[in-house]
């Protein structure tokens, strides 16, 4: 039987593989920010990486990282073969894949995630666009991967400020959000 690979070595690799890339958790949480301060006008750019930093500890999002990234680097250096080189370098427009893998990674936090996905990835806002404009590098995965991860902390701090809203405990707010880290 195969050893599984550590969960703490794929979590680092993913957030190395967006350093690498050019992408930092502040960039997403100044999105997540700008998404959620009108329904929120206490939110704090502080809770926003936050929230940014626990969805990057979900497996799904990590593993979405690792393969989307490794297919944008593998275009860059053209070790894709033909017709798939090209639909990932001139990331063409009925080419799915990419915003495929990124919506599999918001499921996890509702319906919510995936409508704001949609809108980010429509919008193209804050680091999203530059990735989507930055040329001669490759981000045909990475700047819908962003948004996913965007879009799923943004979710999760509207759930969270519902729960406030609510009444609901600190301590069952955060038992919640540790069961939903689960994958």
């Given at each position: 039987m195969k050893k599984p690979v550590p969960c703490e070595a794929v979590e680092k690799a993913a957030r190395d593989k967006l350093t690498e890339r050019g992408v930092a958790v502040q960039d997403i949480a100044n999105i997540v920010y700008d998404l959620q301060v009108k329904?929120?006008?206490?939110?704090?750019?502080?809770?926003?990486?936050?929230?940014?930093?626990?969805?990057?500890?979900?497996?799904?999002?990590?593993?979405?990282?690792?393969?989307?990234?490794?297919?944008?680097?593998?275009?860059?250096?053209?070790?894709?073969?033909?017709?798939?080189?090209?639909?990932?370098?001139?990331?063409?427009?009925?080419?799915?894949?990419?915003?495929?893998?990124?919506?599999?990674?918001?499921?996890?936090?509702?319906?919510?995630?995936?409508?704001?996905?949609?809108?980010?990835?429509?919008?193209?806002?804050?680091?999203?666009?530059?990735?989507?404009?930055?040329?001669?590098?490759?981000?045909t995965f990475l700047d819908d991967l962003v948004a996913s991860i965007a879009a799923s902390a943004a979710a999760r701090l509207a759930h969270r400020q519902r729960d406030r809203e609510e009444n609901r405990r600190l301590e069952d707010i955060k038992q919640r959000e540790n069961e939903e880290l689960i994958g």
């Open positions: 329904y929120n006008p206490d939110l704090t750019i502080e809770e926003c990486y936050e929230s940014v930093d626990a969805v990057l500890c979900k497996r799904e999002i990590q593993h979405a990282i690792l393969v989307g990234v490794e297919l944008d680097i593998l275009a860059e250096q053209k070790k894709l073969s033909e017709p798939l080189q090209s639909l990932v370098e001139s990331d063409e427009g009925l080419f799915g894949v990419d915003e495929t893998i990124a919506l599999g990674s918001v499921f996890g936090f509702g319906s919510i995630a995936v409508t704001t996905f949609g809108y980010l990835d429509k919008e193209k806002v804050g680091i999203i666009d530059e990735l989507d404009k930055r040329k001669p590098k490759i981000d």
